[in-house]
């Protein structure tokens, strides 16, 4: 027998960056049996049972010879069943079922069930992506990823329900199964009014606070006993801050796709991620037992808020990892077979309770906790990780007069006007620099602005010498001041401004 040959492509995904990868198969005479090469996973290495059941079942006969199917790059490896369609049809390219100079340049991304109907799989945007900057002109999906792969323009994009559709679209001849549609999930509505920070009664300081954070993309922890309104500060963050341009809608939608989402529209709205203090560190960083590294929910978090509830109650290996991804914006996740990076530039909000009763504050004559069950509470906080938090603020229980329904209160549309405008004014500040935010600015970017001798500086450095803040604290200190200056819109923070920044920053201990 004369050797055969067949190809086509497909994208293997490592994070949110793809790789073209040539599916190839060859078939020759031998005993019969079906290799795949090319660091394929489990669930790649299962392919060869799945897409030999969908060939049979669409009509068609499996090869009687010895198959080997190659995935070229072979030093990259390859996970999930993303590549079931693309090994099937090199396979029947290979057998002369379909046209072979037609699949050459195409790209198949779709897993396949035994009866040969094309299923969804996870990440079809970013591969879409990565299909686009390859060159590759042409991309082949199943019926229910056909929306999220059209949100890239510039490539074209096939869409299909059945084995058999494909092979007669490529130029083969086999009976067209019916495959009846699945049911299109409808979106859910949400039919609750939009949250909106007039709901809150009273904490006009914690409120205050929240904008300064917004204009600046600075985190922030909350302090208070239950039931003052902290978690419905937090999760009325999104609604000041700006929508997504495209760019970032682009790479929020990507981590969600590549996390396991069903999408049909890019993601403009920031997200509001609250996991559960059980959670584990994989669940918040990302990562899992399998090959195939998911994001957490720090990355689900990028562009928006990321918030920690009862934070004290997270498992401190949790809390310790997020220092670095706070700092860098960017998570990198190592295992013995691959490195993964996602971006996890999100803003962090925690609330904690002032001790494990929760009744410390103020007077305090109700508290039930001794003074060590106190320090042992919030110890769990650590120096490193309170750093890095710009505004630390006591958000107290409302007087009987905060309780008036009458009283005029800022609401979220008002808030996000205040917050557009600070944003434009550091925008154009650091329009020739690669930061749009006071708290991605360089503590000495910052400091060369203001002058090294200007009196703010030296009185952060004061504070330095006395050891009442780090480094770091300082650069911060003065990030923030920036930041309640663009809200004043005033073009340089005052002593003022820094006095302010210092209490956010030194407020609790």
């Given at each position: 027998?004369?050797?055969?040959?067949?190809?086509?492509?497909?994208?293997?995904?490592?994070?949110?960056?793809?790789?073209?990868?040539?599916?190839?198969?060859?078939?020759?005479?031998?005993?019969?049996?079906?290799?795949?090469?090319?660091?394929?996973?489990?669930?790649?290495?299962?392919?060869?049972?799945?897409?030999?059941?969908?060939?049979?079942?669409?009509?068609?006969?499996?090869?009687?010879?010895?198959?080997?199917?190659?995935?070229?790059?072979?030093?990259?490896?390859?996970?999930?069943?993303?590549?079931?369609?693309?090994?099937?049809?090199?396979?029947?390219?290979?057998?002369?079922?379909?046209?072979?100079?037609?699949?050459?340049?195409?790209?198949?991304?779709?897993?396949?069930?035994?009866?040969?109907?094309?299923?969804?799989?996870?990440?079809?945007?970013?591969?879409?992506?990565?299909?686009?900057?390859?060159?590759?002109?042409?991309?082949?999906?199943?019926?229910?990823?056909?929306?999220?792969?059209?949100?890239?323009?510039?490539?074209?994009?096939?869409?299909?329900?059945?084995?058999?559709?494909?092979?007669?679209?490529?130029?083969?001849?086999?009976?067209?199964?019916?495959?009846?549609?699945?049911?299109?999930?409808?979106?859910?509505?949400?039919?609750?009014?939009?949250?909106?920070?007039?709901?809150?009664?009273?904490?006009?300081?914690?409120?205050?606070?929240?904008?300064?954070?917004?204009?600046?993309?600075?985190?922030?922890?909350?302090?208070?006993?239950?039931?003052?309104?902290?978690?419905?500060?937090?999760?009325?963050?999104?609604?000041?801050?700006?929508?997504?341009?495209?760019?970032?809608?682009?790479?929020?939608?990507?981590?969600?796709?590549?996390?396991?989402?069903?999408?049909?529209?890019?993601?403009?709205?920031?997200?509001?991620?609250?996991?559960?203090?059980?959670?584990?560190?994989?669940?918040?960083?990302?990562?899992?037992?399998?090959?195939?590294?998911?994001?957490?929910?720090?990355?689900?978090?990028?562009?928006?808020?990321?918030?920690?509830?009862?934070?004290?109650?997270?498992?401190?290996?949790?809390?310790?990892?997020?220092?670095?991804?706070?700092?860098?914006?960017?998570?990198?996740?190592?295992?013995?077979?691959?490195?993964?990076?996602?971006?996890?530039?999100?803003?962090?909000?925690?609330?904690?309770?002032?001790?494990?009763?929760?009744?410390?504050?103020?007077?305090?004559?109700?508290?039930?906790?001794?003074?060590?069950?106190k320090r042992r509470?919030?110890?769990?906080?650590?120096?490193?990780?309170?750093?890095?938090?710009?505004?630390?603020?006591?958000?107290?229980?409302?007087?009987?007069?905060?309780?008036?329904?009458?009283?005029?209160?800022?609401?979220?549309?008002?808030?996000?006007?205040?917050?557009?405008?600070?944003?434009?004014?550091?925008?154009?500040?650091?329009?020739?620099?690669?930061w749009k935010l006071?708290s991605q600015i360089?503590?000495?970017?910052?400091?060369?602005?203001?002058?090294?001798?200007?009196?703010?500086?030296?009185?952060?450095?004061?504070?330095?010498?006395?050891?009442?803040?780090?480094?770091?604290?300082?650069?911060?200190?003065?990030?923030?001041?920036?930041?309640?200056?663009?809200?004043?819109?005033?073009?340089?923070?005052?002593?003022?401004?820094?006095?302010?920044?210092?209490?956010?920053?030194?407020?609790?201990?």
């Open positions: 027998m004369e050797a055969k040959f067949g190809s086509c492509l497909s994208i293997a995904l490592d994070g949110l960056s793809g790789t073209k990868v040539e599916t190839q198969a060859h078939i020759c005479a031998g005993i019969p049996s079906t290799t795949i090469v090319g660091l394929p996973d489990t669930s790649l290495q299962e392919a060869k049972d799945r897409v030999k059941a969908a060939v049979i079942s669409s009509g068609l006969d499996w090869t009687e010879y010895k198959l080997t199917i190659n995935l070229i790059p072979a030093s990259i490896r390859k996970a999930g069943s993303g590549f079931d369609l693309s090994i099937a049809i090199c396979v029947l390219a290979a057998m002369d079922k379909i046209d072979k100079k037609s699949v050459e340049q195409v790209a198949f991304i779709s897993e396949l069930g035994l009866d040969g109907q094309l299923q969804s799989v996870q990440g079809v945007l970013p591969s879409a992506i990565a299909a686009k900057k390859a060159n590759i002109k042409t991309i082949v999906v199943s019926k229910e990823n056909e929306a999220e792969a059209k949100l890239i323009d510039g490539i074209n994009v096939l869409s299909f329900s059945h084995l058999t559709q494909v092979i007669n679209y490529f130029g083969g001849s086999v009976n067209q199964i019916c495959v009846k549609e699945k049911s299109k999930k409808t979106e859910e509505k949400n039919d609750d009014a939009p949250l909106d920070f007039a709901e809150v009664l009273g904490q006009d300081n914690a409120k205050w606070a929240m904008m300064v954070a917004a204009a600046g993309g600075h985190h922030i922890l909350m302090v208070g006993p239950p039931g003052t309104g902290k978690t419905m500060l937090a999760s009325r963050m999104t609604s000041i801050l700006p929508e997504l341009n495209f760019e970032e809608a682009l790479e929020v939608t990507s981590i969600h796709s590549i996390y396991g989402k069903a999408l049909n529209k890019l993601i403009t709205v920031p997200q509001f991620i609250a996991p559960h203090n059980t959670a584990t560190a994989p669940a918040i960083i990302g990562g899992g037992a399998s090959k195939y590294i998911k994001p957490g929910a720090i990355s689900l978090a990028h562009q928006g808020v990321l918030f920690l509830d009862e934070a004290p109650e997270f498992s401190p290996l949790v809390l310790q990892t997020l220092r670095q991804p706070l700092e860098s914006g960017v998570i990198t996740i190592d295992r013995v077979s691959k490195t993964v990076k996602y971006p996890a530039r999100f803003q962090l909000i925690m609330a904690c309770n002032p001790c494990p009763c929760g009744m410390s504050l103020n007077k305090g004559v109700h508290c039930t906790c001794t003074a060590i069950q509470y919030f110890s769990r906080l650590s120096g490193p990780l309170l750093d890095r938090i710009d505004i630390q603020i006591i958000v107290n229980n409302i007087s009987k007069n905060d309780m008036d329904y009458n009283k005029n209160s800022l609401s979220s549309a008002q808030m996000k006007d205040k917050v557009l405008q600070a944003r434009a004014a550091s925008a154009e500040r650091f329009q020739k620099t690669p006071n360089p503590g000495s970017y910052l400091r060369s602005m203001i002058g090294q001798q200007s009196k703010a500086v030296l009185k952060l450095k004061d504070y330095v010498d006395k050891g009442t803040l780090s480094l770091r604290g300082m650069d911060r200190t003065l990030r923030l001041a920036w930041s309640i200056a663009d809200l004043e819109s005033i073009s340089s923070p005052t002593l003022d401004h820094i006095d302010q920044a210092l209490f956010y920053r030194t407020r609790i201990k």
